[in-house]
């Protein structure tokens, strides 16, 4: 089909939440669509939008309402057709789209790891004991409380600059990002230490950029089918599979990691009480065409072992 594309009359309005990382991740995509087709900047607008996530920072995102609530606002705009895309951090996106929506387009993913964050350097290894760990995240809390029980995790949220704020004020010793948000915001004067999966498992989909559009938009599907990154998209298919067999929210503590080596994929996948107190870990690998009833397997495969009451959130 002849691809319609935009103009400086016409602009491709693309959505995005409006932290820094967010705003970085959104330009990314523009300047992609842009180099491929030889575009100018003016044929673009970045259209940035409040999410009930952003507003609310008082509060653990399992007590209002869990992933949804850094898309739902947006998805509204691109449903409604005030926006043409939008751009996600796909480790906050749930496994399901609203109806007439399809996330079909996933930028090259960046390093998928956590980084250990403390304003004087170190590592998560050598914390003192009944050292205080902030932390939004319960993967990571229930990650740290089984490996490290003697340590006090607090309740932490905000964007980067937040948190370190937060650190200079002494609210915590030590905290985590994402490896993949300080790479994409050039964030080089930010002590970190990088987390080894082996270590710690990232969670499902981490340092992946989704793209969403419109089920029925064929013309910006045309366009994203450019961007498309399919190693990328083969490893979230296993993740997403894992995690959506798994009924996971923000209110599951639930890790994985997909990974490929020539035409094979080795998926890894943890589930852990919110309390940290049980972790079970598994592993499978396969053909990556295997990749999504590999995610159903393995989440199975957990589940059985969990056996009732595992997820105390249920």
């Given at each position: ?86 751009v996600h951090s796909m480790k906050d996106m ?221």
């Open positions: 089909m002849k691809i319609s594309l935009p103009t400086p009359a016409q602009t491709f309005k693309i959505g995005t939440r409006g932290s820094l990382l967010a705003l970085a991740q959104a330009h990314e995509t523009r300047d992609r669509i842009m180099d491929h087709f030889d575009l100018p900047a003016e044929a673009f607008e970045i259209v940035v939008i409040s999410t009930q996530g952003d507003r609310v920072l008082d509060r653990a995102l399992k007590e209002i309402g869990g992933k949804g609530l850094f898309t739902r606002e947006i998805e509204d705009q691109l449903l409604d057709g005030s926006i043409d895309i939008a749930p496994v399901d789209q609203p109806e007439g929506l399809i996330l079909d387009c996933y930028l090259p993913r960046e390093n998928p790891c956590d980084a250990f964050i403390q304003l004087g350097g170190g590592k998560l290894v050598d914390l003192p004991i009944g050292s205080v760990v902030g932390t939004s995240s319960l993967r990571r809390r229930a990650q740290l409380l089984h490996r490290r029980p003697d340590l006090d995790v607090v309740e932490f949220r905000g964007n980067v600059q937040t948190r370190l704020k937060k650190l200079q004020d002494g609210v915590a010793t030590a905290t985590f990002l994402a490896m993949a948000g300080l790479n994409r915001l050039d964030a080089t004067d930010v002590p970190r230490s990088e987390i080894a999966p082996e270590e710690m498992l990232p969670a499902v989909a981490q340092g992946a950029i989704g793209i969403e559009r419109r089920s029925d938009d064929r013309n910006t599907a045309a366009i994203l089918e450019a961007l498309h990154h399919r190693e990328t998209g083969e490893r979230l298919a296993a993740e997403r599979a894992f995690l959506a067999a798994l009924d996971g929210s923000c209110e599951t503590p639930i890790a994985g990691l997909a990974t490929l080596d020539g035409g094979t994929l080795r998926l890894r996948g943890e589930i852990l009480r919110t309390d940290g107190s049980e972790a079970l870990f598994d592993e499978i690998s396969g053909t990556i065409e295997d990749g999504a009833q590999m995610g159903r397997e393995l989440a199975t495969r957990l589940l059985a072992r969990a056996g009732d009451g595992f997820f105390d959130w249920k």
